[in-house]
Each structure stands twice: as structure tokens, then as C-alpha cells.
């Protein structure tokens, strides 16, 4: 099977705390995966760092086939990577008055410029993808 993502080595702390100390984390494609701990166990924090929105001091990160060292970026490979990712808040403040398949659509249509037509086939995959297909209308 296909690696999508491949993280390796992720090290991340906050003042004297360590909250990801050496994590790899390897994802397939065609894969769900869930990261399921208590509360502070670093969750979040991976797929912040993963995302480029938390610095990484440490590790690498292979996404569809183009490697990224976490504790130095440049800015143009994060932009680049981020087009291929994208990251929903734990306090997700989706637009109340669109349905889910029209939350989905607005970054690829807004953002990547996508025809109508073709976000909404993506986003409706997706959305069947995680078992939320009768939410599209």
C-alpha cells in the first residue's frame, strides 16, 4: 500500500515540557486513521505541527512523496504542503447556515480557484469517505 504521509521523529515541547518526544506516525492511502489519548497527550499538537501551524523543533515529514524537515521550513514549502492538507479546529466553527458538503467545498473553490462542479464531486467523496455521504445536500 501507498504512503500518503510519513512523519518520523516529530519533537515538540513547550517551555520545559515535552509533549512530542520522538513520535512517528505512518499513514496509507486509502487509510482512516484516528489518534485517540487523554486530554494534553499531544494530539493536536501533531497534526498542528504536521499542518505547519505549531513549529516542530525536530523530524521529518514525507507527504505524497516530497519531504519536509519540521524544525526548518521554508515558507514556500509550507504554503505547498498546506495545499495538500488541510486541518479542522477542535472548536470547528463551521458556517451554520451551509450544509456540510458546502462547508467542504469553500477552501477548494475560494481558495484553490476550483470549478464548482469538480469541488463539489471532490467534497462529496470525501464526505462518503467518513461516512458522512447523506450530509452532502
Request: charged share 25%; glycine share 10%.
Amino acid at each position: 500500500m501507498q504512503e500518503m504521509l510519513k512523519i518520523t521523529g516529530i519533537r515538540k515541547s513547550f517551555s520545559t515540557l515535552d509533549v512530542l518526544k520522538g513520535v512517528d506516525l505512518t499513514v496509507h492511502k486509502g487509510e482512516v486513521v484516528s489518534l485517540i489519548g487523554p486530554s494534553g497527550s499531544g494530539k493536536t499538537t501533531l497534526l498542528r505541527c504536521a499542518n505547519f501551524l505549531d513549529q516542530a523543533e525536530d523530524g521529518t515529514m514525507v507527504l505524497d512523496g516530497q519531504t519536509y524537515h519540521l524544525g526548518h521550513v521554508r515558507r514556500t514549502e509550507m504554503y505547498e504542503a498546506r495545499r495538500h492538507t488541510a486541518f479542522v479546529f477542535q472548536n470547528y466553527n463551521l458556517f451554520l447556515n451551509k450544509t456540510a458538503l458546502q462547508n467542504v467545498t469553500e477552501g477548494l473553490i475560494v481558495a484553490r480557484k476550483m470549478p464548482r462542479d469538480e469541488a463539489e464531486a471532490r467534497a462529496q467523496k470525501a464526505l462518503e469517505k467518513v461516512g458522512l455521504g447523506n450530509r452532502g445536500a
